[in-house]
């Protein structure tokens, strides 16, 4: 039996529809409602046309970006198993699309309901209970969790604050991790994201529970009024589905904010890229891929700008002969100075010297992440292996962007 197709929403208003194919059933098709403006375009990748977009094997990356992952898929191909017996990426859009990252959302029906359920985050940050706190979260907030990743983690809604704007969406994004498999990462990505912040480069704000399982993440899509602004991977740009996530080049992602960032702000977006991409290498984080670098933008006809740095975290310490997740300079292996300077020079335009200021930036960035784990390591004595490499990681990061 065919399916019903999928509404899509853009800021709240019906713009078009997603569906399968009747002649082939792995195609997806999306077509524009007539009369949809240009800034209501779903993505900057798919100007509004009277023609059908329609992708095989797989949805359009686009309608793909935002598809959980992991630990989170399995759990709703589970919960869903009896009632979707063969489910695929359009099924999970289903179950995921009133609630997503960015400005697009989806129903079965011709109206839109981002009720999402309301949570304490003060509850999350101070638990120190025996039971898994995750775990109830997982439970009630799977099915308004459009956001990708292989870590666990949903999209939560704060309870309102007296008066200020209700949200209806979600507010927050709260990650897990496995300890036994990744010890202290939230307060890995906490450190790491402290560090960026100091070297200037934008980021989200984040909070680290007392418990050091959790790690809770402000949405930098979701404006003070209450509506969400349109965001895109460089899987998107690159025209790749989010398996193609580590294969292309640091050089690629420039190339590419030259053609989608907005002439007024491509120099600010070269130098933060250039600053981020110094800072991962610094840090030492091997999975800095492409659906780690995004643009955001009120809507396709506005200002595109280079969205925040996220997903921040070393991973070196997990993994010693860990590589860069893109190329950089036509290899993965972590660069030099040399190597970095001429990366820089390339993406910026800068002479030497003012690129070496960048990297110098960068490495004020790397002494303060430096600062975060010593201090982390005072306070949390079990944690101390972790503090020590994570810490030798970064000193040998700093080194590096020296002169």
């Known amino acids: ?37 240009p800034e209501n375009a779903v993505s900057i990748t798919m100007p509004v046309r009277v023609d059908q977009y329609d992708s095989m094997a797989g949805l359009l990356p686009f309608f793909e970006m935002n598809l959980p992952e992991g ?54 940050l101070t638990y120190q209970g025996g039971a898994d706190l995750f775990a109830d979260l997982l439970e009630r907030f799977a099915t308004y969790s459009g956001i990708s990743g292989m870590q666990p983690k949903v999209l939560i809604r704060e309870i309102p604050v007296p008066q200020k704007i209700t949200h209806q969406g979600a507010t927050h994004i709260v990650k ?16 790491c994201t402290q560090g960026a912040d100091a070297a200037g480069i934008s980021t989200p704000r984040v909070h680290l ?56 702000a491509l120099g600010r977006a070269k130098d933060q890229f250039a600053l981020m991409v110094a800072y991962n290498c610094a840090v030492g984080n091997g999975d800095a891929h492409l659906k780690n670098f995004s643009v955001i933008y009120r809507h396709p006809e506005d200002e595109v700008t280079l969205a925040p740095a996220y997903d921040i975290v070393s991973t070196l310490p997990y993994t010693p002969k860990d590589t860069l997740a893109l190329e950089l300079s036509n290899s993965k292996k972590f660069p030099d100075r040399t190597r970095l300077l001429k990366f820089v020079r390339q993406v910026t335009g800068k002479t030497a010297k003012a690129a070496q200021t960048l990297l110098d930036q960068a490495a004020v960035g790397v002494d ?33 962007l020296a002169p």
């Not at 589970?78 to 697009?104: C, M």
């Open 1 to 37: 039996m065919k399916k019903p197709p999928l509404h899509v929403f853009t800021a709240g208003r019906e713009i078009g529809s997603l569906t399968r194919s009747d002649l082939e059933e792995d195609t997806f098709l999306f077509g524009y409602r007539a009369g949809t403006q």
């Open 71 to 124: 630990a989170l898929r399995e759990r709703l191909r589970l919960q869903f198993a009896k009632t979707i017996p063969e489910f695929d990426d359009l099924d999970l859009l289903q179950i995921v699309g009133a609630s997503q990252i960015g400005r697009v959302r989806y129903s079965l029906q011709d109206s839109l309901d981002e009720n999402v359920p309301t949570q304490d985050l003060s509850e999350i």
């Open 176 to 191: 897990s991790f496995d300890p036994r498999q990744y010890p202290e990462l939230a307060a890995n990505e906490f450190i």
């Open 209 to 264: 529970s007392e418990n050091r399982q959790i790690l809770v993440v402000d949405r930098f899509d979701l404006l003070a009024d209450g509506s969400y602004v349109g965001i895109e991977d460089f899987c998107v740009l690159d025209g790749k589905r989010s398996h193609g996530r580590y294969d292309g080049s640091y050089e690629g992602i420039a190339k590419r904010m030259a053609q989608y960032v907005s002439p007024a």
């Open 368 to 400: 303060v992440a430096l600062q975060h784990a010593v201090a982390y390591g005072r306070e949390h004595r079990d944690a101390a292996e972790f503090v020590q490499r994570i810490s030798a990681v970064m000193t040998a990061g700093k080194d590096r």
